[in-house]
Nanobody, 119 residues
Framework: QVQLVESGGGLVQPGGSLTLSCAAS????????MAWYRQAPGKQRELVAV???????NYADSVKGRFTISRDNAKNTMYLQMSSLKPEDTAVYYC?????????????WGQGTQVTVSS
């Protein structure tokens, strides 16, 4: 059974920092395009950052310079380091894994972790 489990969310003041983790089981993430998405209540889910198996990285314009995506293949875990957080970063953050070859057949989502940025 494939599982992606996010952790590290919580309440933080504007300007603060959080690091999210996504622990994978049932897959080896080195074979997957890994990504972080987020969704605020009443809004569409949006792509935050993507990290390919070849270590190509792309960020949403709204988080460039503030967020850093990374993965540790030995730990089979992906991370999102978030700094200079803003109230508009408040959302449920989800990790996603898409196989580099079997992209439609092997695509998985975590359950999400809540990030709230508020004073």
């Amino acid at each position: 059974q494939v599982q992606l489990v996010e952790s590290g969310g919580g309440l933080v003041q504007p300007g603060g920092s959080l690091t999210l983790s996504c622990a994978a089981s049932g897959i080896r993430i080195n074979n997957y395009i890994m990504a972080w998405y987020r969704q605020a209540p009443g809004k569409q889910r949006e792509l935050v950052a993507v990290l390919t198996s070849g270590n190509t990285i792309n960020y949403a314009d709204s988080v460039k310079g503030r967020f850093t995506i990374s993965r540790d293949n030995a730990k089979n875990t992906m991370y999102l380091q978030m700094s200079s957080l803003k109230p508009e970063d408040t959302a449920v953050y989800y990790c996603n894994a898409e196989h580099v070859i079997l992209r439609d057949a092997l695509n998985y989502w975590g359950q999400g972790t809540q990030v709230t940025v508020s004073s």
